[in-house]
């Protein structure tokens, strides 16, 4: 199969992000260099421990939204508070909208938001993708673009010893059935760069053999029509965003962020008690709506 023989991960600068979308298309991942500034991700590295101390010490508080994906492995939510304002004009590096732009469509979306952790003694994990071919098991399968992208950004240098994610390159033009006897490759990682897989390339992390956790902030960004029902809970908040970073974008940028929930505040307590009321309680909530709405019954 073409491309499948290519041994490397496919390296690429933020100027480069049209030809990164293409060895995308081959290879099923590829690294960008430094496309951030270390120090700004130090930054945000003190700031996700801070409000997730779980991503950084098997013991402390976990994320919300947790999702065990191995042997002392963590992935969960981490909200983008105010602190974490930066995050959102990462999200909005040029080279991304290039990159997603081709691999996904100019409608794309983001679709979730938070951390995967390996912690000391963390074992590989088995191979596997991050979800099923649209129309699996037809012929479409493996012959389509791709629907959904991991975005991984290393908050510690991944290397050999704290173990980074491995590729069987090109894989993710291959039915799920279909086996694939290459070894699987990886790339280091320094903080500032970042790693871009399709959903169907197959992968895994490595064994932690080091003596500290190895968390990477994982995004994900999708064709607008998908969701990712197969690696959450159907309620789960997978993108939680204080409401004015996003309601003070343009247009064009807000529209990425369409899928996120608030931050929790008031106004989302007295929207949910009100949800709650009127289901239960119709009545009761019907005759308070009244009320609130009874012009100056506040005043
Ligand atoms: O931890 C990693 O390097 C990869 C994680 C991963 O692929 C997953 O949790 O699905």
């Not at 699996?136 to 050999?160: C, Q, R």
């Not at 704290?162 to 894989?171: I, Y």
């Not at 029509?225 to 965003?241: E, G």
């Not at 529209?255 to 929207?271: A, D, H, Q, S, W």
Request: proline fraction near 7%; glycine fraction near 8%.
């Amino acid at each position: 199969m073409e491309g499948v023989s290519m041994a490397q991960i496919g390296r690429f600068t933020a100027e480069q992000a049209p030809d990164a979308a293409q060895a995308l298309a081959r290879d099923g991942v590829i690294v960008f260099d430094q496309l951030f500034d270390p120090a700004l991700i130090a930054k945000v590295a003190g700031e996700v421990r801070r409000v997730v101390p779980g991503a950084y010490d098997i013991a402390a508080r976990r994320p919300e939204d947790l999702l065990k994906v191995g042997d002392r492995r963590i992935n969960g939510l981490v909200p983008i508070g105010r602190s974490m304002s930066n995050v959102i004009d990462m999200l909005l590096s040029p080279a991304f909208q290039t990159l997603f732009d081709q691999a996904l469509g100019r409608g794309w979306v983001y679709e979730s938001f938070g951390v995967i952790s390996s912690f000391p003694g963390a074992p590989s994990q088995r191979i596997h993708s991050d979800d099923a071919h649209l129309f699996e098991d037809t012929p479409f399968a493996g012959s389509l673009p791709a629907y959904a992208l991991t975005i991984s950004i290393p908050l510690v240098e991944v290397n050999a010893v704290n173990g980074g994610t491995e590729f069987l390159l090109g894989t993710h033009r291959l039915e799920w059935r279909e086996s694939y006897e290459e070894t699987p490759v990886t790339s280091p990682l320094q903080p500032g760069d970042c790693m871009i897989w399709d959903f169907m390339v197959r992968h895994r992390g490595q064994a932690n053999n080091s003596d500290a956790a190895r968390p990477m902030l994982y995004v994900t960004a999708c064709r607008p029509f998908w969701t990712d029902y197969t690696n959450f809970k159907p309620d789960a908040r997978k993108l939680v965003v204080d409401r004015k970073l996003v309601l003070g974008l343009p247009d064009e940028q807000r529209k990425r962020f369409k899928r996120f929930r608030p931050m929790p505040g008031l106004r989302t307590g007295l929207v949910s008690f009100s949800r709650v009321l009127r289901w239960y309680a119709p009545e009761l909530h019907q005759g308070l709506m009244k009320h609130v709405l009874r012009r100056g019954s506040f005043r």
